[in-house]
């Protein structure tokens, strides 16, 4: 579905990520994980488009994406749900939604999503004409992943979905991600949450410094000496 | 009625006629600036050039402004992407100071072409469909500036209305909020910022045709309402169409009753003063996000 070629990716001439490569299979939920500032974001801002690249290629599907721009990869595919959210904190829930589906023309097919979007979060339906900044950090991450589900893509890219929410609602998160995964989008999550994070992937990549140093399954990065001195605590 | 009431209430009011244009140069003002952050130097150019393509209209073939006024939108809408996409486009990820100097540029070059082209001279537009005056409950107005002022709320409600009730004017506002967000929500950001350059262009070229049948036209006109311009933006709230809109209104109404009260010399400075007073107590403008 997804592969990613050697990429780099620099923000001023300063290099974030040196050599990356990474995989995505059909129907595959795949974690990256590893400290702030090791440069997850910057890989997933790459494959959405909002990082130029200075080397490599990402192919979507046979297709080398790597030079498009971020909207023509939403239109081939690839949603993503940004760190922070990045929500219209002054739009209604259902604006934000409705611009969510903005590269799709059929309304109906649009309006099966929304259905599925509001069966995931009720509260979202509740809400739709509530000011998204207005909802708490639980309601506007639930929002973000619905919006970024609004535009029926093959592969969501997830930045930290569990960042700035009360602890029994990332659980509600994460069971939400496999089933959203259960429909048959592929998943590529970043989180800070290691332990769950690994949980619920088939595979992950473990990133230090713009550099992948780690690849397994998740149970065996669980057990991985490295994963469990870094960032497991011994 | 008491005779010097007439003359204040006809004074507010024309005050009132005059803020409409500049409402309606403001919001293209503030419609670039908040889509994409960058001040344009040459706004006051894109007026001048709807006022010139207005007189050559007329000159030229007869052609009344009021019924060129849909092609001069058409042909500033057009001039404004062009410049986005030929120029601008470059600039975007450039230092204030050079977008600062690449704007002021365009000023200077189409000041320039303006008079090579067509000489430095004054001119008007004598005979529209648009003339004399309009008397009622014992005021009275040209029909100019009545016409002028009804364009001017029709051309602003419609941008307000693309803006609120259209797919594409939610893809513009959502630009204007988050670039990067809209980016992923499928939205082609620079598309949208060519389309912001665009009506911008479009509303000061209107306001420009608009003004055409009552003010004289010469190649530096721009300069009297770019600085007027500024205020209103910054009084309305940086990139705030409904702000612009009622901020031009309250700077007609200073500019015209403030210059009636303490002489034409003031007014001017009455508008700058208006624009501390907001700098002091209001940076974020009447509708702006603090
Ligand atoms: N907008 C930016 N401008 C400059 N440097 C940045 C920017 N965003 C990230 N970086 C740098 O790139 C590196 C990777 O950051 P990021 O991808 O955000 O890491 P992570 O998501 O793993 O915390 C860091 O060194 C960070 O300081
Ligand atoms: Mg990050």
Known sequence: ???????????????????????????????????????????????????????????????????????????????????????????????????????????????????????????????????????????????????????????????????????????????????????????????????????????????????MVLEGSGQELLESELVKQAYLGG | MNASFDILLQTLLSGVLIGLIYALVAVGLTMIFGVMDIVNFAHGEFLMLGMYASFWGFALWALDPMFTLPFTALMLFGLGSAIYHVVIRRIIRAPMLSQIFTTFGLLILFRGLAQFLWKPDFRTIDHSIVQGKVAFAGLQFGLPQLVAAAGAIVVTGIVWWFLQRTRLGAALEATAADKDAAALMGIDVQRMFALAWGIGAACAGVAGALLSTFFPIFPEVGANFILIAFVTVALGGFGSVAGAFWAGIIVGIVEVLGGFLLGPQYKLALVLALYLIVVLLRPQGLLGRA
Do not use: C
């Open chain 1, 1 to 211: 579905m997804l592969q990613v070629e050697h990429i780099r990716v620099s923000y001023q001439r300063v290099p974030a990520l040196h050599d990356i490569s990474l995989r995505v299979a059909r129907g595959e939920i795949v974690a990256i994980v590893g400290g702030n500032g090791n440069g997850k974001s910057t890989t997933l801002r790459a494959i959405a488009g909002l990082n130029r690249l200075d080397a490599g290629r990402i192919v979507l599907a046979d297709r080398d994406v790597g030079t498009l721009a971020p909207h023509d990869r939403v239109r081939l595919g690839i949603s993503m749900v940004p760190e922070g959210r990045r929500l219209f904190p002054r739009l209604t829930v259902a604006r934000n939604l409705e611009l969510g589906a903005y590269t799709r023309r059929d309304s109906a097919e649009v309006a099966t999503t929304l259905r599925q979007v509001f069966t995931l979060f009720p509260v979202l339906e509740e809400r739709r004409r509530q000011l998204a900044g207005t909802m708490s950090g639980g309601e506007q991450q639930m929002l973000a992943i619905g919006r970024g589900l609004m535009a029926h893509p093959q592969l969501l890219l997830l930045d930290e979905p569990s960042w700035g929410i009360a602890p029994k609602l990332v659980t509600k998160i994460l069971d939400t991600i496999v089933a959203i995964n259960a429909t048959g989008v592929s998943i590529l999550l970043v989180e800070q949450n290691l332990r769950r994070a690994l949980a619920i992937a088939d595979r992950a990549y473990v990133m230090q410094t713009g550099r």
